[in-house]
């Protein structure tokens, strides 16, 4: 209901509860309209304030519970089924791992019978791209390797055709670029990619667009223009065999409804680490983001 109806009817329901109050009351119900008569001017900008206040209170309430779905839903969208980020991070920056201990994490989650339907790994890099045809750039693409036969806890990516497809699609040296990446890189199937990694400016490795993907699912992660590879490739391109850099974990349910079982998952995942001693850590991106969206409706209701 939009802030001015909501005031129209607060202020009704006010009025109205004033001329009972004044029915009971004979005597101050004639001393309230004879005041009224004689002052109307004044009457009307009491009542005008009364308004405009309400109006205020009421915009604060809708301004805030608005900001709070738009940046809820956000978070929905860059995150779409990943719950949680099991990773090895500083300062931003992710430092690689062995790829057995994602195997490992589903094989306890899965024993322990955890309210989890998907673990996998992923390789994630960030470097300059260029597209040799078009000589249009990107200096902060986000090359993300991942495993098609874990990946089914997380989705399929859609084709902007309407093909549904994954990384197990791929021939090698080729990949899917999102939406944001294409836009960014112009670039369409067929066209080759030259991707630079490291401190220098050394050229890494060249591959070729099989397909521009849509922008949503896992294609949509965290907002970045994606290339997508296989996991495989990636470690080749990379010199990580053998090692990732990220396992991403969903909840039991869907992308809305899963967060409720953060808690006790990122506890299984943390007993479960520190009792392997590894150097990794546990971040309950969604719950964390829901949070913050929450806090950001709250100070703008305060704030209004």
């Known amino acids: 209901m939009d802030a001015p109806l909501i005031s129209f009817f607060a202020l009704i329901a006010g009025l109205a509860l004033v001329?009972?109050?004044?029915?009971?009351?004979?005597?101050?119900?004639?001393?309230?309209?004879?005041?009224?008569?004689?002052?109307?001017?004044?009457?009307?900008?009491?009542?005008?304030?009364?308004?405009?206040?309400?109006?205020?209170?009421?915009s604060s309430l809708v301004v805030g519970d608005t900001l709070r779905f738009i940046f809820v839903q956000d978070v929905y969208a860059r995150l779409d089924a990943i719950d949680e980020v099991v990773s090895n991070s500083f300062n931003g920056n992710l430092f690689s791992f062995p790829?057995?201990?994602?195997?490992?994490?589903?094989?306890?989650?899965?024993?322990?019978?955890?309210p989890t339907d998907g673990v996998a790994p992923m390789l994630l890099k960030t470097m300059p791209v260029r597209?040799?045809?078009?000589?249009?750039?990107?200096?902060?693409?986000?090359?993300?390797?991942l495993n098609a036969s874990d990946e089914a806890g997380f989705g399929s990516l859609t084709t902007v055709g309407g093909l549904v497809?994954?990384?197990?699609?791929?021939?090698?040296?080729?990949?899917?670029?999102?939406?944001?990446?294409?836009?960014?890189?112009?670039?369409s199937s067929g066209q080759d990619l030259t991707l630079f990694y490291g401190t220098t400016s050394k050229t890494l490795v060249h591959v070729v667009v099989q397909d521009v993907v849509l922008s949503q699912g896992k294609a949509a992660y965290q907002h970045n223009?994606?290339?997508?590879m296989d996991l495989g490739q990636a470690q080749s391109a990379f010199n990580e065999t053998g090692s990732i850099n990220a396992i991403k974990v969903s909840?039991?349910?869907?992308?809305?409804?899963?967060?409720?079982?953060?808690?006790?998952?990122v506890q299984d995942l943390r007993l479960f680490i520190a009792q392997e001693h590894w150097n990794l850590g546990v971040d309950p991106v969604k719950q964390e983001g829901i949070a913050d969206a929450t806090s950001i409706g709250a100070q703008a209701k305060s704030c209004s």
């Open 19 to 58: 001329f009972v109050l004044l029915g009971l009351r004979p005597l101050l119900a004639w001393l309230a309209a004879w005041n009224i008569e004689r002052r109307r001017a004044r009457v009307a900008i009491v009542i005008a304030g009364l308004l405009v206040g309400t109006a205020i209170i009421s």
């Open 99 to 114: 790829q057995t201990y994602e195997s490992q994490i589903a094989a306890n989650l899965a024993q322990i019978r955890a």
């Open 131 to 145: 597209n040799v045809a078009g000589n249009k750039g990107n200096q902060a693409i986000t090359v993300m390797g």
């Open 165 to 187: 497809v994954d990384v197990n699609n791929l021939a090698a040296s080729q990949v899917y670029v999102n939406q944001d990446a294409a836009a960014d890189l112009n670039a």
């Open 225 to 228: 223009p994606l290339l997508l």
């Open 251 to 265: 909840n039991l349910g869907g992308v809305e409804d899963g967060v409720a079982y953060t808690d006790p998952v």
